[in-house]
């Protein structure tokens, strides 16, 4: 499968943005997703997951009750709907695609995106 991550941009504190990521191939809703991000001379972090039928997500507490993961198995698309955001959300943001159970360790996804760019100004 391939990944496209689109969405990013710039924004001030407080605003939302909306990324979203496009799968290739037939298989897309049996894979669970996941979004991650990477800041400049940081490690990559788990951002939140969802399963192949969207019944589950999982979200790091950095942004928990901020963004909302969510995907639409029909369009192959996966979505990140992120609001109140902060500075430190500034990052890359990758999403990639895991053949088993979506994992809070990049290294355990099989598949990812090329990242799209979050900056968030002060």
């Known amino acids: 499968v391939q990944l496209q991550a689109s969405g990013g941009g710039l924004v001030q504190a407080g605003g939302s943005l909306r990324l979203s990521c496009a799968a290739s191939?037939?298989?897309?809703?049996?894979?669970?997703m996941g979004w991650f991000r990477q800041a400049p001379g940081k490690e990559r972090e788990f951002v939140a997951a969802i399963s192949w039928s969207g019944g589950s997500t999982n979200y790091a507490d950095s942004v928990k009750g901020r963004f909302t993961i969510s995907r639409d198995n029909a369009k192959n698309t996966v979505y990140l709907q992120m609001n109140s955001l902060k500075p430190e959300d500034t990052a890359v943001y990758y999403c990639?695609?895991?053949?088993?159970?979506?994992?809070?360790?990049?290294?355990?996804?099989?598949?990812w995106g090329q990242g799209t760019l979050v900056t968030v100004s002060s």
């Open positions: 191939g037939r298989t897309f809703s049996s894979y669970d």
């Open positions: 990639a695609a895991d053949v088993g159970v979506a994992s809070y360790y990049p290294a355990e996804y099989d598949y």
